[in-house]
């Protein structure tokens, strides 16, 4: 059975929240010795891999607005709470950590604003893979194999996406743009 648009209470959504109430949890897992931690870098996977089940529970039930903002916000709580983490025990650079979390930010106010409008605005598939390649960084910042020995998978991955970050919040702007044209 399809589930209404405006719903608020979801599969899908729990999973969100679920994953939302989880995150502390993950940053206190992340070692300050800076080493990995194979426990952090499993409850990391399994979050990362929630943020695609609730994906998958939205697509067969129904998509929501709440869900459209609750599911990217829940990423970016997530993803900037790891990568400031591991910044403050000095893994990751906070250069290109700022420059991600300044485009979260700024999307996710431009969501707000759209959605005070009525207007849903669910992730772009460009933005989908920037999510996973900033997962992807902080999971090979945390995995005690990749932190300890092979330092360039991580910090190649977050360039990575720190470049899709840009580029996917370039590409929000030009649809903001082009819809305020539309609109005007």
């Known amino acids: 059975m399809p589930v209404d648009e405006t719903a608020i209470v979801t599969w899908a959504n729990m999973v969100t929240v679920g994953r939302v109430l989880a995150s502390p949890f993950l940053f206190l897992m992340i070692p300050s010795d800076g080493l990995g931690s194979w426990s952090a870098f499993v409850v990391w996977v399994v979050l990362c891999v929630s943020d695609g089940f609730d994906g998958y529970l939205a ?26 983490t591991l910044v403050q025990r000095e893994v990751l650079w ?55 020995d092979v330092t360039w998978t991580f910090t190649v991955c977050l360039w990575l996406a720190v470049g ?16 305020t044209r539309m609109t005007a």
């Open 59 to 84: 697509r067969r039930h129904g998509l929501t607005r709440s869900g459209a903002f609750l599911d990217p916000l829940a990423d970016k709580i997530l993803v900037l709470g790891a990568m400031f």
């Open 164 to 179: 899709l970050t840009i580029a996917s919040g370039l590409q929000y702007a030009w649809q903001g743009l082009r819809r």
């Open 94 to 148: 906070i250069v290109p950590v700022v420059i991600i979390a300044a485009r979260e930010i700024i999307v996710s106010l431009y969501r707000v604003f759209v959605g005070s409008k009525g207007v849903s605005m669910p992730a772009s598939r460009l933005a989908k893979v920037k999510t996973v390649s900033q997962q992807f960084a902080v999971g090979f910042a945390i995995m005690p194999a990749t932190v300890n």
